[in-house]
């Protein structure tokens, strides 16, 4: 089968941990990139500090393909990312010429908390695709986005081409079947260790099925067979419907 390309997301915010702001970045960021068949192994959820900052992207960096930051790059106080990416790779942050610039046509006299949206960690590449109006960072593989959900949807989409691996193909099969009874043929079929991974999610209250399984694999046929093994252990008329996607 195809190698598997992976991603880690790291969510940066003392007010996603307070609870003061609910996450939404890390919904779009996993759906859009197994769409495009990046597997994200990893979601961590991080507060402004410095250090922690720096261990995690620094670790991230060195077990995933991809690794996607969110939140931390404003004008405020508590916008520390760039510093902590700085420091996970032992460079110094520094002000972009091109960042300036762009800020100075927004802003007429820079101010020190204007001025510090400019910096980057030292040696980093700046995307400036499609119509966006203030860069990416991208350090290695580690791509700085803004907390602000418009801002990073805009942003991801504007360099989405750049992320592709093998497709991960998925059948959702609907049951009408206590979970409990539906185990032991799941773990029949996961036994067969055909690459197949398998989820089982019982819907609590839904009249049209109690149970919604799972299948996927970068590989179409093995995941049909799979599917076709799961359906035979199951009385018919406990099959509500199957999606292919």
Known sequence: M???ITAGIIII?????????????????TRELRSRGVTVCRVSVIPDLIDEIACEVRNFSEKYDFVFTSGGIGPTHDDITIEGVSRAF?????????????LQQRFADLTPEQLKMAEVPEGSELIDEGDLKFPLIKFGNVFIFPGIPHLLIKKFHAIEKRFSGPRIYLRRIYFMESESVLACYLNEIIAGDNGVKIGSYPAIGDEDYSVMVTLECTDELRLDYATRELMARVLPEKIVRVSME
């Open 90 to 102: 032992g460079v110094k942050t520094v002000i972009s010429d091109v960042l300036q610039k762009v």
């Open 2 to 4: 195809p190698s598997t």
């Open 13 to 29: 915010g003392d007010e996603i941990l307070t609870g003061k702001v609910q996450d939404t970045n890390t919904f779009f960021l």
